[in-house]
């Protein structure tokens, strides 16, 4: 009969490709059962959105064929435990990831939401926070406008704020508290205080990501969550022209600053170019080539994606859906790809 | 002979078409003279980028052709004192514009920069303020990174920030103080303390306009700038989708409101379609359509013009100069327009 050794040793010889180590070692194999004619285990992952899944998976087949039997069933269970800096995890959310930009416009709400809504996709469970004041787009971007999230009591009497729900991921912005008409005239105290609620005041759950969605600047909002919350990594999302580059590196060097210390998990480049429906060979380079990809380098950052203009990326914003939940546009495979370096990039953040 | 009188009574017949009231009511007809065969006069209008000017200086001739002489020669000397209400004026700057949004990355300060330049092109004398302390696009747009205004003594012994002047316009941003690989991580008071130095302590001589340019969002520099400072009117800028116009709606709320009360001159629609060289029948609207429109007519504001994709207005900023600077570019007729539908409703304003 096969020993649980014997799987063991043959799965030491599968190694993470992140981490550079084999499963065994770095203790991902739980559950080992072994029947006369079936082994079964469970790989468990840093990550439900691991780029290299299917890839390990694989490996470990092949491992049990090599090592220990040709012929025998194997039925491998892929789950993922979340990890999570002990000093850097708030209350029961395991990751906090916050997209900037410094410049205005550059699509960071959008990626925002995707990128929730992808890792989601994955398996994670997935907050976002608008943390744009003056401008939430969030309750447009989820067809929530109008929606006001309920207060509920929790155990020891305290009132929290009942994020919302939808498409599976728990959502709040301060656009749930104010009159879309009305303007937000406010200083930066009062800002500050209301980030505050947004973090404190909710009742989050657990949270293997809380996506946080920034203004553009360096501004209030950006040192008051630096300050105050264990934040995992940023996300710098940029269109290609100087100007905006310009910006994108200003809101790099706040994250770097001593004082912040914030890891930069990658850069999206957005807005890459424009390719018309009559000349689908074509792609239009309006906002430049390749900045993303240079200040990715100029900063030994990883390059997390790069996406075109597309009309519908900006119809399913207006329309109340981020354009990932709908499965048969070609573009939500890239918002999975750019998920999965994002959560990747967690890891390997929480390895080292 | 003829008479001054005659003079005067046939120009009582041109109409200003923008003040409904004719030239001679208006004060507007200067230095008549009058030889045997020649009559000379001046016409002063409001604004030097009046889009009126050749209209009238041809009704002018007509009317002298009509009731006067048909034969005469005459001289118009068409000129310009560009008005100011009394109570809304700061030291020699006549009239301070705003340039604002609400919404990131949507063309302020390419419409602030293009405009200001249009201006002066037209003959006034203009200066620009980079409101943006987070993101500072002037010196990258102007080519003057690294640029550093002197300092002067002013007769009354006050130290006095010099602005920079290039294409013919006066101008000054934060970003000629701070290093641009560096962050701002400023909260709101010092915020406030920069924009106030910029107005303040900078000797920006005699100015008909004085474009700002402000940063996203409604927040300290909107309100410092408003509570301090006599504003002639804003533009807004905003692309034509929903996510935007809600956060410029939202940037007009803040200017309406009665403890700000600063008037709208109207809205420009930016990024409003984009057209490939080789398809240029095809206006491809990937931000949607009409957006811009449809706010002007929701706050019954002029919709001073609509400025499609264009690379070459993001190269220019790119490569430090407006665009506007380069007559031989098309787009560079739909800014000077802009510009003059912007100094009408300013005439309009202070007329009123
Ligand atoms: N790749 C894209 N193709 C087409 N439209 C896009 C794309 N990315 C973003 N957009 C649209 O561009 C606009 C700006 O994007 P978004 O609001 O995400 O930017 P932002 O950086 O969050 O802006 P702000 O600085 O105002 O918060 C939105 O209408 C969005 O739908
Ligand atoms: N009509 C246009 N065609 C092509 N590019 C444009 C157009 N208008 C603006 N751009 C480019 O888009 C980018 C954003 O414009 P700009 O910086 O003027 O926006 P903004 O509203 O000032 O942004 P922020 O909110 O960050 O201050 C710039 O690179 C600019 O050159
Ligand atoms: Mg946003
Ligand atoms: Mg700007």
Redesign the pocket.
């Given at each position: 009969m096969i020993t649980k050794e014997q799987v063991l040793h043959a799965l030491s010889f599968v190694e993470d490709p992140d981490f550079k180590k084999d499963l065994v070692t770095l203790n991902m194999i739980k559950d080992v059962e072994i029947t006369p004619n079936r082994i079964s285990f469970t790989v468990e992952l840093t990550t439900p959105a691991c780029p290299m899944k299917d890839h390990i998976e694989h490996a470990c087949r092949n491992a049990i064929a090599h090592f220990v039997d040709k012929e025998i069933g194997v039925s491998i269970n892929m789950t993922s435990r979340v990890m999570s800096k002990p000093d850097k995890q708030l209350d029961n959310i395991k990751n906090i990831i916050l997209v900037a930009?410094g410049k205005?416009?550059?699509?960071?709400?959008?990626v925002a939401a995707n990128l929730a809504l992808a890792l989601q996709l994955k398996g994670a469970k997935t907050g976002l926070l608008d943390a744009?004041i003056y401008?939430p787009?969030l309750p447009m971007m989820f067809g929530l406008e109008g929606a006001r999230p309920k207060a509920s009591k929790t155990s020891d009497g305290k009132t929290k704020i009942e994020p919302i729900e939808k498409f599976g991921i728990k959502l709040l912005s301060i656009g749930f508290f104010t009159d879309p008409n009305q303007a937000i005239p406010w200083r930066g105290p009062m800002v500050s205080a209301a980030i505050k609620q947004l973090f404190n005041d909710a009742d989050w759950g657990d949270l293997d990501y809380l996506v946080v969605d920034l203004?553009?600047g360096t501004g209030d909002v950006h040192i008051t969550i630096a300050q105050n919350y264990p934040v995992a990594g940023a996300v710098i999302?940029t269109t290609p022209q100087n100007v905006a580059l310009a910006d994108a590196q200003k809101g790099i060097a706040m994250f770097m600053m001593d004082t912040i210390d914030i890891p930069l998990l990658g850069i999206v480049e957005?807005?890459a170019y424009f390719t018309p429906a009559e000349l689908p060979e074509n792609k239009y380079y309006i906002f430049g080539k390749d900045g993303g990809k240079h200040l990715a380098e100029k900063f030994n950052a990883p390059f997390l994606g790069e996406?075109?203009?597309?009309?519908s990326?900006?119809d399913a914003?207006d329309n109340g859906y981020p354009i990932v939940t709908d499965e048969d546009e070609p573009i939500s495979k890239e918002f999975l790809i750019i998920a999965e370096r994002v959560a990747q990039q967690l890891s390997l953040q929480h390895a080292n």
């Open positions: 930009s205005g416009g550059v699509g960071k709400s959008t744009d401008g787009s203004p553009p999302v957005n807005m996406l075109p203009l597309i009309k990326i900006s914003g």
